[in-house]
C-alpha cells in the first residue's frame, strides 16, 4: 500500500458499465483510506450497483477537478466537447480542506454546465447548522458528520447517478429524485423502481425502511462480475 | 482451529478493548475500523493506525516547535493543524486525544500561550499512551492470529 499516494486510484475499464465510480476528496489520509474502505465494503455487501465500484481518492479540490478536467488549465474543456474517459457518479468531500473547500470545490461543480449533474455530499467533522444549510442550497445531495460510518455510506446509493438513468435524459421522475434535506425514509422509497430492468436493479433492491443493520439483496445479475469477495452478508 | 492459547488471547484481546472503551480512550469508531477488516483486507486496522500514528508524529512535532519559538503567535496555523489533528483521531476513534485538541484549540483561539503549552503537553500524554495500548493490541491480535494457525498474507 503506497501511503504516501496523494491520489489512489482504481484502474477503471470504461466498458464496465455498471461500475460505480465515486471521487473522494479529502486532505487528510486516514480519512481517505477509511471513506475508499467503507466505500468498497458497502458495494461487495451490495448496497451499490452489482457490487462493483472503483474510488479515486484525491487530496485536493484543485486535484479533484484536475481529474474532472475542470481546472483551469483546461478551461476549453467544456468548449471543446472533452469527454472524461471515465463517467464520475458520485463526488464525497470533506468541508475543510486547505486551499479549496469543499463548499467552494461544490460551487465549481454546481456552475460546470458539464458535471453539475454529478451528485456531491459534503463530509464534515463540524455539525455546523448553517455550515449544513449553504451547501445543501448550493445542491448538495447530502451532508454527512465526520466520523463516516458503513451507514452513512449506505445513505449514499439513492444518490448515484447510473448509466442507465442518464441514458434517459436527465428524467428525475425514473428513479432518483434529488431532493434536498431528504430524509432517510422518504429517500429509499423513491429509490425503489421495481418495475426497472435489472441491471439497476440494486436501486429498486433497497427495502422501505428501517434497520440501519439490514443490507439490501442484490440484483439477480451480480455474480457474474469477478469480485474477490462477495460477503452477502446481512450483519454489518 | 482454535488452540488454548488462541482462545487465551482472544480473551486478553478482548478485555484490552473493553478496558479502552471504558477508559473513553477509544469510542465506537474503532468498531467501525475493525468492521472493514475482512480477509481481502486483514490488516486494514493496523494500517490505518500505523498512518495515523504517522501523521500525528508530525504534526505534534509542529505543535511542539510552534509553542517554541520565542516570538510564536501564530495561533491560527496552529488551530489548523489541530483541525486535522481532531479530525483523524475521530476517525480512528481515538475519543480522549481528539477531546484534548478541543480544549488545546480552545486555549489557541483565545491566544493563551500557557493554556495552549499545558494542553500540548496533556496531548503528548494522551497520545503516547494511546500508542502504547494500540500496539498492545495488535500484538496480542497477531499472536492469536498465529495461535490459530491463521496466515497472514505475504506482504511485498
Same mark, same amino acid.
Given at each position: 500500500?503506497?501511503?504516501d $499516494?496523494?491520489v489512489s486510484?482504481?484502474h477503471?475499464?470504461?466498458e464496465?458499465?455498471?461500475?460505480?465510480?465515486?471521487?473522494?476528496?479529502?486532505?487528510?489520509?486516514?480519512?481517505?483510506?477509511?471513506?475508499?474502505?467503507?466505500?468498497?465494503?458497502?458495494?461487495?455487501?451490495?448496497?451499490?450497483?452489482?457490487?462493483?465500484?472503483?474510488?479515486?481518492?484525491?487530496?485536493?479540490?484543485?486535484?479533484?477537478?484536475?481529474?474532472?478536467?475542470l481546472?483551469?488549465?483546461?478551461?476549453?474543456s467544456?468548449?471543446?466537447?472533452?469527454?472524461?474517459?471515465? +463517467?464520475?457518479?458520485?463526488?464525497?468531500?470533506?468541508y475543510?480542506?486547505?486551499?479549496?473547500?469543499?463548499?467552494?470545490?461544490?460551487?465549481k461543480?454546481?456552475?460546470?454546465?458539464?458535471?453539475?449533474?454529478?451528485?456531491?455530499?459534503?463530509?464534515?467533522?463540524?455539525?455546523?447548522?448553517?455550515?449544513?444549510? #449553504?451547501c445543501l442550497?448550493?445542491? $448538495?445531495?447530502?451532508?454527512?458528520?465526520?466520523?463516516?460510518?458503513?451507514?452513512d455510506v +449506505?445513505r449514499?446509493?439513492?444518490?448515484?447517478?447510473?448509466?442507465?438513468?442518464?441514458?434517459?435524459?436527465?428524467?428525475?421522475?425514473?428513479?432518483?429524485?434529488?431532493?434536498?434535506?431528504?430524509?432517510l425514509?422518504?429517500?429509499?422509497?423513491?429509490?425503489d423502481?421495481?418495475?426497472s430492468?435489472?441491471?439497476?436493479?440494486?436501486?429498486?433492491?433497497?427495502?422501505?425502511?428501517?434497520?440501519?443493520?439490514?443490507?439490501?439483496t442484490s440484483?439477480?445479475?451480480?455474480?457474474?462480475?469477478?469480485?474477490?469477495? /462477495?460477503?452477502m452478508?446481512?450483519?454489518? | 482451529?482454535?488452540?488454548?492459547?488462541?482462545?487465551?488471547?482472544?480473551?486478553?484481546?478482548?478485555?484490552?478493548?473493553?478496558?479502552?472503551?471504558?477508559?473513553?480512550?477509544?469510542?465506537?469508531?474503532?468498531?467501525?475500523?475493525?468492521?472493514?477488516?475482512?480477509?481481502?483486507?486483514?490488516?486494514?486496522?493496523?494500517e490505518?493506525?500505523?498512518?495515523?500514528?504517522?501523521?500525528?508524529?508530525?504534526?505534534l512535532t509542529?505543535?511542539?516547535?510552534?509553542l517554541?519559538? #520565542?516570538?510564536?503567535?501564530?495561533?491560527?496555523?496552529?488551530?489548523?493543524?489541530?483541525?486535522?489533528?481532531?479530525?483523524?483521531?475521530?476517525?480512528?476513534g481515538?475519543? #480522549?486525544?481528539?477531546?484534548?485538541?478541543?480544549?488545546?484549540?480552545?486555549?489557541?483561539?483565545?491566544?493563551?500561550?500557557?493554556?495552549?503549552?499545558?494542553?500540548?503537553?496533556?496531548?503528548e500524554?494522551?497520545?503516547?499512551?494511546?500508542?502504547?495500548k /494500540?500496539?498492545?493490541?495488535?500484538?496480542?491480535?497477531?499472536?492469536? $492470529?498465529?495461535?490459530?494457525?491463521?496466515?497472514?498474507?505475504?506482504q511485498?
Open positions: 500500500m503506497d501511503t $499516494a496523494v486510484f482504481d477503471v475499464s470504461p464496465d458499465s455498471h461500475e460505480v465510480h465515486v471521487l473522494a476528496v479529502d486532505d487528510s489520509l486516514v480519512d481517505r483510506k477509511v471513506i475508499e474502505r467503507l466505500l468498497k465494503i458497502s458495494a461487495c455487501k451490495g448496497f451499490f450497483l452489482d457490487g462493483k465500484i472503483a474510488v479515486t481518492a484525491v487530496d485536493s479540490g484543485i486535484r479533484a477537478l484536475q481529474f474532472l478536467g481546472d483551469e488549465q483546461r478551461r476549453t467544456e468548449s471543446d466537447g472533452f469527454v472524461p474517459s471515465l +463517467k464520475v457518479d458520485l463526488i464525497i468531500t470533506d475543510c480542506m486547505p486551499e479549496m473547500t469543499g463548499y467552494e470545490l461544490l460551487k461543480i454546481k456552475e460546470s454546465s458539464m458535471f453539475r449533474e454529478i451528485p456531491v455530499v459534503i463530509m464534515s467533522s463540524e455539525n455546523v447548522l448553517p455550515r449544513i444549510d #449553504r442550497e448550493e445542491g $448538495a445531495e447530502d451532508f454527512i458528520v465526520k466520523p463516516v460510518k458503513l451507514s +449506505k449514499l446509493k439513492g444518490y448515484m447517478t447510473t448509466k442507465e438513468v442518464k441514458v434517459g435524459s436527465h428524467d428525475r421522475g425514473s428513479g432518483v429524485e434529488i431532493n434536498n434535506k431528504r430524509k425514509e422518504e429517500e429509499e422509497e423513491t429509490s423502481m421495481s418495475s430492468p435489472p441491471s439497476i436493479s440494486t436501486l429498486s433492491s433497497s427495502p422501505s425502511v428501517s434497520s440501519p443493520s439490514s443490507s439490501p440484483s439477480p445479475t451480480v455474480l457474474a462480475s469477478p469480485i474477490r469477495r /462477495l460477503k452478508s446481512t450483519t454489518d | 482451529m482454535l488452540g488454548l492459547g488462541a482462545d487465551l488471547l482472544w480473551a486478553d484481546m478482548n478485555r484490552l478493548l473493553a478496558f479502552l472503551f471504558h477508559q473513553g480512550v477509544l469510542d465506537e469508531q474503532f468498531l467501525q475500523l475493525q468492521q472493514l477488516q475482512d480477509e481481502t483486507s486483514p490488516n486494514f486496522v493496523s490505518v493506525v500505523n498512518i495515523y500514528f504517522h501523521e500525528s508524529e508530525k504534526l509542529n505543535l511542539r516547535a510552534s517554541m519559538e #520565542r516570538e510564536f503567535s501564530d495561533y491560527k496555523k496552529m488551530g489548523n493543524h489541530l483541525n486535522q489533528f481532531m479530525g483523524s483521531s475521530s476517525s480512528i481515538a475519543k #480522549r486525544v481528539r477531546n484534548v485538541c478541543v480544549a488545546f484549540r480552545a486555549a489557541a483561539e483565545q491566544n493563551n500561550r500557557a493554556g495552549c503549552l499545558r494542553a500540548l503537553e496533556m496531548l500524554h494522551e497520545y503516547c499512551y494511546l500508542k502504547n /494500540l500496539h498492545e493490541l495488535f500484538q496480542i491480535e497477531q499472536q492469536r $492470529a498465529l495461535a490459530a494457525g491463521v496466515r497472514y498474507p505475504v511485498d
